[in-house]
């Protein structure tokens, strides 16, 4: 059985700050970026479009 080669990749220096992958504002564009992909393109990947954005506003902090 042929098998794929692990992933190797260098992790950060523990004393280095990790950056998030996406800011809260960041997240929050993507997501009206999405909804408005949707809008404009009618077909399923539009649809997914929204979808994806439907969840991810839900996992999203709320502001106060």
Request: aromatic letters at 4%; glycine letters at 6%.
């Amino acid at each position: 059985m042929e098998t794929e080669e692990p992933v190797l990749g260098d992790y950060p220096d523990a004393d280095e700050p990790r950056l998030h992958l996406l800011t809260a504002a960041e997240a929050r564009d993507a997501v009206e970026y999405m909804r408005l992909l949707e809008t404009l393109d009618l077909t399923p990947r539009g649809q997914a479009a929204g979808q994806l954005a439907a969840n991810l506003a839900r996992r999203l902090p709320t502001d106060g």
